[in-house]
């Protein structure tokens, strides 16, 4: 694993991590950048995708604190998504952590640009009705929707800022903001337990997620003070851009 970094990539592990903090803190998409940089690295894809989780989870943390500073968390909505988020995020890193090298890297890279992709076209759906919110337990879709959306963090995590954000407001009836808002907490729950599992499994490089990390909790302080205001359709274009040049990149490697 990566144990020795020198300045320039200690500097452009903080600056990737910074971008990726503001990234997934506005919407979503940001580990579609620290994925593949950490496969550049000359990390293997398995071990990208388990060190991408220290900068996740610190950035994902910050930006809670932040959003419930400015009164847009709801416990209530923490405790009714908890534990079908655990258990996804859980069998999710599992399954990662088993998955073959050579198939993770491909299924990593592809993904990353389809839901980028995706995301261009459908993430600015808007509910009709934003009056109530729903309970994941009030329907077998509603609790398979939130589960599934804890599997796909446990199991990848690039781009599941907007595959929360489809759940929380097309399935749960969230309003946008607090959607928004309520996807970085349950990043910090489904990471949570996925870190773990990476760490048992001694998948983590740490040097390189540490950097990373302190430069997403600087970028996620700053996504906070805009998400309520910003529109991220052009950054979301850019991040499409970026990742199909980062993923062809780390491809070559």
Wanted: hydrophobic share 55%.
């Amino acid at each position: 694993m990566l144990s020795s970094i020198d300045i320039y990539q200690a500097i452009i592990l903080i600056v990737i991590g910074l971008m990726a903090g503001v990234i997934n803190t506005l919407a979503g998409g940001g580990s579609n950048l620290s994925l593949p940089a950490l496969m550049m690295y000359g990390l293997p894809a398995d071990v990208a995708n388990a060190t991408n989780r220290v900068a996740v989870l610190m950035q994902s943390i910050t930006a809670s604190r932040g959003f419930y500073k400015h009164d847009k968390l709801d416990t209530a909505s923490i405790k009714d998504t908890f534990f079908p988020l655990f258990a996804g995020g859980l069998v999710g890193a599992i399954t990662a952590s088993y998955l073959n090298v050579e198939l993770l890297k491909p299924l990593l890279l592809g993904t990353m640009i389809v839901v980028s992709i995706w995301v261009i076209f459908k993430s600015d759906t808007s509910p009709k009705d934003n009056d109530k919110r729903k309970s994941c337990y009030d329907s077998k879709l509603a609790l398979l929707t939130t589960f599934a959306a804890g599997f796909y963090g446990g199991f990848i995590q690039a781009g599941v800022g907007f595959v929360l954000i489809a759940a929380f407001v097309g399935v749960l009836n969230y309003d946008l903001l607090r959607a928004n808002a309520m996807k970085v907490v349950a990043t910090v729950i489904f990471t949570s337990i996925a870190l773990l599992v990476f760490i048992v499994r001694d998948q983590i490089a740490w040097l390189p997620g540490i950097l990373l990390g302190v430069g997403s909790i600087i970028g996620a302080q700053i996504g906070v003070k805009f998400a309520i205001e910003v529109k991220a359709k052009t950054l979301k274009i850019m991040v499409l851009v970026m990742t199909v040049f980062a993923s062809v990149a780390a491809f070559m490697q």
